[in-house]
């Protein structure tokens, strides 16, 4: 992974001494901003090449006034009142390592004279917020008065040593100084830093749910999830349940972190944090625990806040309380119980199957077009029975491979789309690839043609492939027969002869594509092709966050002629350029294609799992009628244990106690994790279980809730037009109600958000459920996740040891 880089000023000149007054003007005249990495600094400001630095972005000559931000901070020590172990060690407490130190020129055995430099994860883009930063650091640690200003340049040095090569987190350096602040003003909260008053835009929207530092909502003041006000608990019922809690009742002497975690959870019990502030005071004063003022300090400071409560498992170490979220859910609620608000009634497989052929019969027969009609059947109902004997239609399949299986049932006349071709040569397979990466497949099939057609020179072998390709292609033009082809070929075509076409299997992957390129990819193609620089100069002057995405005066195909063989860019530049909306964050762009269905047609989708308000609000135009056979008996059982969530997370603390459980079962689990378990499924996982049946009537085991990234949540929200806060759409461990269900579940608090969130979760759980086709076998289906299914037969908080 690429070292990350910070934007910083440096001297294009080595000075290696201080200069007197009257020549320092050589080293501000010699300045020019510069981005490397951490290394790369440190290497740039050591003697005897040293290059004098300011950590300050500035809009022309460095002065406060032309201050733009600044990722890197110095902190000058030249009076010796403190040494350089005592300044690393003011930041252990807080577990913050510094990133490198140096000695400066003028220091000596009498007087050590070194700076220590911070590098940050965030710009500090409000000048308000560097002074105060900067004032704090000054009376903590006695710092250079005269070095806080963002416009200081500071001279390199000598004996550099680095010391932390990750960024520190600027949120959670504020809180350091906060609660410094704190401890120094008598336990008052008046002069921390208010990060939203001076800086609406600091905090950053939470990307993946799985990869939240520090779980902490400084800009927004929400109670805990599972409460409205502070809540009664029975304190040693909690210290029995949560060994972390216990260790502090006890008086074991816990860190910054751990303090920290319990406060935010403690601030909504009633008299939590008098508690705990009793606990620190009675084991401070027999000597068991020393406690500084920074310790007591953390309690005013959540308070004030308003944190949510940081999970139980992201702060203790213990193997026991890493399945533990919050205190009050622990200690209140049952974890993993299953409220039944609305028992499902369902139908005999006789009475599906008839309600099923008599409807898709009557839909097939009429003569409409211009409608889709959705048809949610339940895994191995049947639907494949209903291809076999249709004639005039095209049946689209997710895969070839499920293309080829339905070639062997048909029992009409049909044709059917070629596989991918292969050349022997492999530059003409690599041009292909290429056109399909960056976003031009009409391209590839070009480039096909023009080999069946000879007008690309390659060898008689690959000529007969392209015109073998290119006929059995044409062969799907005839409108008088069945053509059996691909999700993606039929939604790419630009007209279809046929009137009928039928989906086995929701397409909305390919309908909606959520894709990435990257900024850097396009900025170094603007200078060969000149058009391009006014995309990169807007995508250059935007601030993170969500965008629509403008209509670029771009002509594709003078692009395309520019970049044929020359195989400069990288990524999908094209269908960026063609997309709806896109997300900025650092150098990529994370944008959402949308694709339509077939117009003029009749369009027909067979799918055990589609979200069928999400096509109502894709396709407003779009008349759709619903027929919903999904509550059927099964002959199987699933059965469904609640008690952990088994998200990606949650999997990685306590995947190896689900595992002994499980045992030798099969298991269909998160591609990355099947390391976890005995007898993983090798080809089948999360995103990847349609259309496979070599487990079925078999007994299997599903472990997971495979939570997608917000950035996918957050751009189907914006293509279907909900309305939500980019940079404030708290998710968290709360009680919801979904699906006839109340259960906890870590989501959105915006329920639109919620209602694109748990469709998508439950949609590649009930895939993975139906590989072992429960409906006609007598087979088990174990499902570990914490949202529950319609389709479980029994919901257990915790399976039995055996």
């Not at 336990?187 to 800086?199: A, C, E, G, H, V």
């Not at 076409?501 to 959520?514: A, G, H, Q, S, Y």
């Amino acid at each position: 992974m690429e070292e990350k880089k910070f934007k910083y000023s440096v001297t294009n000149r080595i000075f290696n001494e201080k200069l007197g007054d009257g020549l320092f003007k050589n080293v501000y005249n010699s300045m020019a901003p510069t981005e490397t990495n951490i290394n790369d600094f440190s290497r740039l400001i050591l003697k005897p090449n040293a290059h004098s630095w300011c950590g300050g972005v500035f809009s022309g000559l460095i002065k406060d006034d032309n201050w733009i931000e600044s990722s890197i901070i110095g902190m000058d020590f030249d009076k010796g009142e403190i040494t350089l172990e005592e300044v690393y060690s003011k930041f252990k407490e807080f577990d913050i390592i510094p990133n490198l130190h140096y000695d400066t020129f003028s220091s000596s055995e009498q007087l050590h004279k070194f700076r220590v430099v911070l590098f940050f994860d965030s710009p500090i883009t409000c000048i308000k917020m560097y002074t105060k930063i900067m004032r704090t650091l000054e009376k903590l640690f006695s710092t250079d008065p005269n070095c806080k200003n963002p416009s200081r340049i500071f001279y390199g040095g000598t004996n550099i040593n680095v010391t932390n090569e990750n960024p520190l987190s600027l949120e959670y350096f504020i809180q350091f100084i906060d609660i410094n602040t704190i401890a120094r003003d008598n336990n008052l909260t008046r002069s921390i830093i208010d990060i939203t008053s001076i800086d609406a835009n600091f905090c950053k929207p939470l990307y993946s749910n799985d990869k939240n530092v520090h779980f902490l909502a400084s800009h927004n003041k929400l109670n805990c999830t599972s409460i409205a006000g502070e809540k009664v608990i029975n304190w040693d019922q909690a210290c029995e349940k949560i060994k972390i809690l216990n260790d502090f009742n006890s008086g074991k002497w816990l860190y910054h972190q751990e303090l920290l975690g319990l406060a935010t959870n403690l601030m909504y019990v009633r008299g939590g944090l008098k508690k705990m502030k009793s606990i620190m005071n009675k084991f401070n004063k027999s000597g068991e625990t020393d406690y500084s003022k920074n310790n007591f300090a953390i309690l005013p400071y959540v308070k004030y806040k308003g944190y949510n409560p940081i999970p139980v498992h992201r702060f203790s170490s213990y193997q026991e309380d890493q399945e533990i979220h919050d205190i009050i859910t622990e200690v209140l609620n049952i974890r993993g119980h299953i409220e039944i608000l609305k028992p499902v009634k369902n139908i005999s497989l006789k009475e599906a199957e008839d309600k099923m052929i008599s409807k898709f019969t009557e839909v097939i027969s009429n003569e409409e077009t211009g409608k889709t009609y959705i048809f949610s059947l339940p895994t191995a109902i049947g639907k494949t029975r209903l291809l076999e004997n249709l004639e005039k239609c095209i049946i689209a399949l997710p895969t070839n491979h499920l293309k080829n299986e339905i070639k062997e049932r048909m029992n009409v006349a049909y044709s059917y789309s070629p596989d991918m071709i292969q050349f022997k040569d492999p530059f003409l397979n690599k041009k292909i690839e290429y056109f399909y990466q960056i976003g031009l497949p009409k391209k590839s099939m070009k480039t096909i043609r023009n080999v069946a057609e000879g007008k690309d020179p390659s060898n008689k072998e690959d000529v007969q492939l392209a015109i073998d390709y290119c006929h059995q292609l044409d062969l799907c033009d005839n409108p008088e027969i069945t053509v059996l082809s691909t999700h993606k070929r039929i939604i790419n075509s630009d007209s279809l002869l046929h009137k009928t076409v039928i989906f086995d299997e929701d397409p909305l992957n390919t309908l909606i594509e959520i894709k990435t390129t990257s900024v850097k990819d396009i900025v170094g193609v603007q200078y060969l092709y000149k058009p391009l620089k006014s995309v990169t100069d807007y995508l250059l002057g935007l601030k993170e966050g969500i965008y629509e995405t403008p209509l670029f005066d771009i002509d594709e195909d003078d692009l395309f002629k520019f970049i044929d063989d020359k195989r400069i860019l990288e990524t999908n530049v094209f269908d960026f350029l063609n997309s709806k909306f896109f997300i900025k964050h650092e150098d990529f762009i994370h944008y959402i294609m949308k694709k339509e269905l077939p117009k003029n047609t009749k369009n027909i989708i067979l799918s055990a799992t589609i979200p069928i308000d999400f096509y109502k609000k894709l396709y407003p135009n779009i008349e759709f009628e619903s027929i919903d056979i999904r509550n059927v008996e099964q002959v199987g059982k699933v059965i469904q244990y609640t008690r952990r969530s088994c998200s990606r997370s949650g999997l990685e603390r306590y995947g190896h106690s689900v595992s002994v459980e499980v045992g030798d079962q099969t298991v269909i689990t998160f591609q990355k994790l099947k390391g976890l378990f005995k007898n993983p499924t090798q080809d089948i996982h999360f995103g990847n279980c349609s259309g496979y049946d070599y487990l079925s009537g078999k007994d299997l085991t599903v472990v997971g809730t495979p939570h997608r990234n917000n950035i996918e949540y957050f751009l189907l929200a914006k293509l279907m037009g909900v309305k939500f806060d980019y940079f404030n759409s708290p998710f968290r461990y709360q009680k919801i109600e979904y699906n006839g269900f109340k259960f906890m579940f870590n989501t959105f608090d915006n329920e639109d958000l919620r209602k694109i969130q748990l469709p998508l979760i439950e949609s590649d759980l009930i895939q993975a459920v139906g590989r072992a086709r429960t409906l006609r076998n007598e087979c088990i289906a174990e499902v570990y996740s914490g949202l529950p299914l319609s389709i479980a037969d029994e919901f257990i908080i915790k399976k039995k040891s055996a």
